[in-house]
């Protein structure tokens, strides 16, 4: 099966400087890759994700890149905020959306210094 | 987005006792809703696959006849932990999948943090 690792477990940054999460995936079939922010106590919450044909995607404060042929695919958060503080989750699946369920990295924890 | 109503958000029972926890997409229709389990400071871990109109999908380990799961029509699932243990206490959440927008996408509830005393 897909296996998924998450680097680092716990990242700190100042405020106003960027965050770089990092995965890696086993399966070669995989091609649907999103990230979530998990507040304590809630849910996941989908902010963005990235599907195996395209190689990178922005979303304001936030990107993603894939690298299909290493297996690897990045979190990039720029201008960090307090509010970005959360665990934060890659995953990967091979079919859409994620329909034979996902597989989930350990889960980074993003630390905020004012 | 789309919405996945996850209820109860906490639920305390003794042991012994069933608990229900419904997992609701409240503006699309989900032929496929997935309940993980999520254990302090842990990743979560897949439980089953729920497709309705149909049996589960149990990942290996996953007790079925411990974690009944029901989905019953496209916006409802349920999971009941029966007979529930100390041991089965942890975050539980459920996600289901929605075809709005550009391609599938999963969206989660906001999770049950069950405690069995």
């Known amino acids: 099966g897909e296996n998924v690792e998450q680097h680092p477990s716990t990242l700190s940054v100042q405020e106003g400087d960027s965050a770089v999460i990092k995965c890696t995936y086993s399966d070669s079939a995989s091609n649907y890759f999103p990230w979530y922010k998990q507040e304590l106590g809630k849910g996941p919450q989908l902010i963005i994700d990235i599907r195996s044909n395209v190689g990178e995607k922005k979303d304001q404060r936030i990107a993603v890149t894939l690298n299909k042929t290493a297996k690897h695919f990045s979190l990039h958060i720029t201008e960090t905020q307090p509010e970005d503080s959360a665990v934060y989750f890659c995953?990967?699946?091979?079919?859409?959306?994620?329909?034979?369920?996902?597989?989930f990295g350990k889960g980074t924890h993003l630390i905020i210094q004012p | 987005g789309a919405v996945v109503s996850q209820h109860p958000s906490r639920v305390i029972c003794k042991s012994g006792t069933s608990v229900k926890i419904e997992c609701r997409s409240l503006d699309f229709q989900a032929t496929t809703m997935f309940w993980y389990r999520q254990f302090p400071k842990q990743s979560l871990m897949l439980m089953a696959t729920s497709n309705e109109g149909s049996k589960a999908t149990y990942e290996q380990g996953v007790e079925k006849d411990k974690f009944l799961i029901n989905h019953a029509s496209l916006t409802l699932s349920t999971l009941t932990v029966t007979s529930a243990h100390p041991e089965d206490s942890s975050f539980y959440i459920c996600?289901?999948?929605?075809?709005?927008?550009?391609?599938?996408?999963?969206?989660f509830g906001s999770g049950t943090q069950l405690s069995v005393l």
């Open positions: 995953a990967a699946s091979r079919t859409r959306g994620g329909a034979d369920g996902l597989t």
């Open positions: 996600s289901a999948e929605s075809s709005q927008g550009p391609g599938e996408k999963l969206f």
